[in-house]
Each structure stands twice: as C-alpha cells, then as structure tokens.
C-alpha cells in the first residue's frame, strides 16, 4: 500500500464534453483527490496541464484543437512523471494504443464505475499500469506485428522490434482473457508485484520501441541536422 493518500495526488480531467468532465471531476474531489484542473480541448489541457502540475492527468482521447494522444506526448515528453490515465470509448483503440506508445501508463473505458474510476487512478498515481482485457489484447497484437514486420533492413545497427519474455506473454495473454493481477499471481504463483512489474515492463518495451522509431524517423529524414 502506498503511502500517498488520495488528498495529496493532484488530478486533471480533460473532456470535451462539460457535464461529462465536470461529473468526473465531482466524484474524484468527493473520493478525496485534489482536483487541480479542468480542460475541455487540447490546446487548453497543454496550458492548464503545464500551470497546474497534476500529478495525474485523466484523458479523453476524442478532443477538439489538439487530439489526446498529441497532449499525452507533449506532456509526457516535458515531465516524464506525469501519469496519464486515457479514458476512451472502444472505438479509439488504435489511438490508445499510440497514446500508451507516448507514455500513458492506463487505460479505462468510459463505461467504468466510479468505484473503478477512482481506484485507476489511485492505481494510476504510483505507477502502478491500469490495464484492462481490451488494452492488454492490443498490446499483444502489436507485439506480434512488430515481430512480423521487423522493418527495412538498413544494417547490422537497426534496431529490433522488441521482444517479450515467455512470462511476459503469458501474463498478457492472461490479462486479455480478463483476469485479475490477484488472479494471475496465484495462477503464476508469484506476487502481485511481480505481476505488475512483467505489465510494466511490457508497456516500457514498447515505449521504447517507439522512441526508437521516432528517432530514426527523424535520422532519415535529415531532421537532426540542425
């Protein structure tokens, strides 16, 4: 158990949609967090985001001026322990999936209770990855294609798609058939933690591949030449 409690981790709610946002940022204050912030676009969340200092920023993906997935890599990018929470209809999934490629570390729908809304992002707020079925089953598939299509061949330094340990895949594999990290500890017998940590793991490979990507980009197209 951490010892942050709820009234210290500084939230930031970003949707486009007011009574949305605002029911949301209703029940984390009344949960006990520290509301610090609201936005309603994503040139709004930049600004308001970079004032406030959240320690937590719950996302929509869907927002007009800027899309969530720009905000979560501007964000993240200037202070990398911002944890960001997306909240997203099921539609957006190859958008969350980018989103977690730039940093984000959780994934709720907007369907989720209260209950679980306020426990993600105190799960959020120490690290911990909120990982649903959904999300867990698109990491997966990634993988997979990432280890399929290695990319061009442009010698001995290029740099290879990430690869996952045998446990990392069978923990995957068991969050996308919904189970519980209590759950998978006990099937594995191993700790909680440990399971968390093969999630967290997961999630940094292919940030990671994602950064490298981004830089290679920027190498071949002559954009490091300043």
């Given at each position: 158990?951490?010892?942050?409690?709820?009234?210290?981790?500084?939230?930031?709610?970003?949707?486009?949609?007011?009574?949305?946002?605002?029911?949301?940022?209703?029940?984390?204050?009344?949960?006990?967090?520290?509301?610090v912030a609201t936005a309603g676009d994503g040139e709004q969340a930049v600004r308001r985001a970079q004032a406030a200092a959240p320690d937590?920023?719950?996302?929509?993906?869907?927002?007009?001026?800027?899309?969530?997935?720009?905000?979560?890599?501007?964000?993240?990018?200037?202070?990398?322990?911002?944890?960001?929470?997306?909240?997203?209809?099921?539609?957006?999934?190859?958008?969350?999936?980018?989103?977690?490629?730039?940093?984000?570390?959780?994934?709720?729908?907007?369907?989720?209770?209260?209950?679980?809304?306020?426990?993600?992002?105190?799960?959020?707020?120490?690290?911990?990855?909120?990982?649903?079925?959904?999300?867990?089953?698109?990491?997966?598939?990634?993988?997979?294609?990432?280890?399929?299509?290695?990319?061009?061949?442009?010698?001995?330094?290029?740099?290879?798609?990430?690869?996952?340990?045998?446990?990392?895949?069978?923990?995957?594999?068991?969050?996308?058939?919904?189970?519980?990290?209590?759950?998978?500890?006990?099937?594995?017998?191993?700790?909680?933690?440990?399971?968390?940590?093969?999630?967290?793991?997961?999630?940094?490979?292919?940030?990671?591949?994602?950064?490298?990507?981004?830089?290679?980009?920027?190498?071949?197209?002559?954009?490091?030449?300043?």
């Amino acid at each position: 158990m951490s010892e942050q409690h709820e009234g210290s981790i500084k939230v930031m709610v970003v949707d486009d949609h007011p009574m949305w946002r605002d029911a949301v940022a209703r029940d984390l204050a009344e949960a006990g967090f520290d509301v610090v912030a609201t936005a309603g676009d994503g040139e709004q969340a930049v600004r308001r985001a970079q004032a406030a200092a959240p320690d937590v920023l719950v996302l929509d993906l869907n927002l007009p001026a800027k899309p969530g997935v720009q905000v979560c890599k501007e964000l993240v990018g200037a202070n990398p322990a911002l944890r960001v929470l997306v909240l997203s209809a099921s539609g957006e999934h190859a958008d969350v999936l980018e989103a977690v490629k730039s940093g984000a570390t959780g994934y709720l729908l907007k369907s989720a209770s209260t209950a679980e809304l306020t426990d993600a992002v105190r799960r959020t707020a120490v690290g911990d990855p909120v990982f649903t079925p959904g999300l867990a089953g698109l990491v997966l598939g990634e993988y997979r294609r990432l280890a399929s299509d290695p990319g061009p061949a442009t010698g001995g330094d290029e740099p290879r798609a990430p690869q996952l340990t045998d446990r990392e895949t069978e923990v995957l594999r068991l969050v996308a058939k919904g189970l519980s990290y209590k759950q998978i500890a006990e099937r594995l017998v191993i700790s909680h933690r440990t399971v968390q940590n093969h999630v967290q793991n997961t999630l940094g490979k292919l940030q990671l591949h994602n950064r490298v990507e981004l830089v290679r980009y920027a190498i071949e197209r002559g954009l490091d030449d300043a």
